[in-house]
């Protein structure tokens, strides 16, 4: 049996999310496995995963940024905005220059609102937008607040009709790369799909620490990071007294600390017993992670 704590697994191409859940629920002898934040089965890269009571800090992880290396394709349009969905246009995008490409991608950065992917996860009336999608529905969503923080251009490669330039994005949960991709098509009447993506940080996690599954398979415990060590990063951290980590471990409340957001507790043996957020001069769990 693994122990609690967080995985972060490099995903590879052509597996989705629930088939990486899957693959460490058995080599962590658990059901109790659970993703921080989708990946789409052509992405790669980092996919942090709980086990056992790291699950109850997923949810902490789904709201960090992102960080995602990518290749958008200019001059063909596809149903699902990547490289897996059928081509639906093409325009040639010989005439689009390096200027032009750059100052579409400036339009996309910052706070901007953004129609995701028809061929998302998304639900409309209960039903998945892809579902929908599948079964020939046409399909509208509305547009949401998303950040970019960063959209770096790389390399930009030519062939005849097409265009692929590299990118770097540092963004919001929820933001969809694809979507920027057929935005940027679209902004320059050329149409635009995603061809590559990989995902190279979830907030602090980066694919300097990510395990393949095939590594993940060797050890004896898959769990990558314990769970103490894993509320220290994600949240600031308070020590308590015997006292108040007796409280605490009952779902009670202790005196304020002046600290501002949720931040993790910990008890006089080192060990992390609650998220915590403050609300006048009472600071209450939001989560406890050891039970009493």
Known sequence: MATTGLVIVDKPAGMTSHDVVGRLRRFAKTRRVGHGGTLDPMATGVLVLGVERGTKLLTYVIGSRKGY?????????TITDDAEGDLTAETPAGGVSDEDIRAGLAKLTGPI???????????????RSYAKVRAGEEVELAARPVTVYRLD???IRRSPGLVDVDVEVECSSGTYIRAIARDLGAD?????HLTALRRTAVGGFTLAEARTLAELEELADPVTIDLNTAAERLFRRRD???GQAKV???????DAAGIVGPYAVFGPEGDVLAIMVEQGKKAKPELVLKPA
């Not at 609102?113 to 039903?127: D, E, F, M, Y």
Request: no cysteine; aromatic share 0%.
């Open 240 to 242: 308590l007294d015997a």
């Open 113 to 127: 609102q953004q129609v995701p992917t028809a061929v998302s996860a998304i639900k409309v009336n209960g039903v």
């Open 69 to 77: 290396a990518g290749t958008i394709r200019l001059g063909q349009s």
């Open 248 to 254: 605490i471990s009952h779902g009670g409340p202790i």
């Open 153 to 155: 251009v790389g390399e």
């Open 188 to 192: 320059l009447g050329v149409g635009g």
